[in-house]
């Protein structure tokens, strides 16, 4: 008798996240997946990196939440391609949403897709939607302990972007502590310091993305 | 031929919850399930509660993270009783873990149990535990507009502590406009203001919850 071997098999969102995957290959476009605690910060990164780079990279938007459109309202005053999904309660995007979603914007004129992902630490990880990168937004106001509370998401990025530096001087939050919990869990992480806000920090960032953007077009 | 009618069927989550409320009953036992976004303040704040009420109340403490035993520690310190869960990934407490949690704290010497469930806004509001009341913690520099982003948990709490006032000379957030949107949106909800930083606003807080506790006591 053959024993069969169950292996490689994808679940129906890894599928479509294939699919999606193939698509934006297809198109030579990043996409970077934003995760972050609700207000930590993701819409503002994502606009001050629109701002930053949009004389060099086409950018398209797909904001996640739970209900409302503010956050694609605040894209669209940008001028960029943006999709909102409203995930009527399930707590992160999944590849469908996604898939729906890629089908609303202009592919053929995109370099750069940032997803913003639904505020929550925990579930959107588990869910591959096609991406080149995961990125962490994480706020100095939150606290510098959430690596230890939330490790799945500290190991899971290729970046943490520490925002809200503005406010140190008003919160304990030691950030050299916190950059050596987040190396010691994750040594490949790129960590960035920044102010959505004053615009502090937001330089390096903007690089490092662009040099992301640059090394995927360079991989064909 | 009878068609079945399904209704009033608990589910698995729901009857163990039943049981936890019928235990805590028996002992006359208020529980308060405090959920919030990761490092909106819900132990400081229950840490705050424990400081003001330790004299009129005893209280004892179920953690809840993903992973460590950090905030189980800071409890710990105030030398209250205090169970810590990690639910090893998930999202959210459930009515079996608060079930087992209840066996290891000594109810025949409490008459409060706070129970700070996992960092998210929404999985969390979908599982009972067998509580009495569920309130929110709401931190200022998340922003003043998640009552649009994560509806159901306004709606779900009786009460909203908007947290960290000391930072609202360095942000953006609307206090009133932020009230009015709770109230809309939840009429019944007791909103409080405070800093467990400062001590600001924690005195209203607490006389509100001694007198839930009281209320819970006076209905038998």
Redesign the interface.
Known sequence: MEIPVVQNILNANDQIALQNRQLLDEHDICVVNIMA????GKTSLILQTIDALRDRVNIGVIEG????N??ADRVAAKDVPVVQINTG?Q?HLDAPMIQRSLAELPLGHLDMIFIEN??????PVSFKLGEDLNVMVA?V???D??P?????IFVAVDAVVIN?I??LP??RFDVAAFRELILGMNAKASIFEVSCETGQGIADWVEWIARQRDANQNKE
Chains 1, 2 share one sequence.
């Open positions: 605690s609700p207000g930590a939440d739970i209900a409302s503010i956050d309660g707590c639904v505020g929550n630490l925990i579930c706020s106001p939150e606290g302990d959430k230890y509370k939330y490790p799945g809200k503005d406010l008003y919160v």
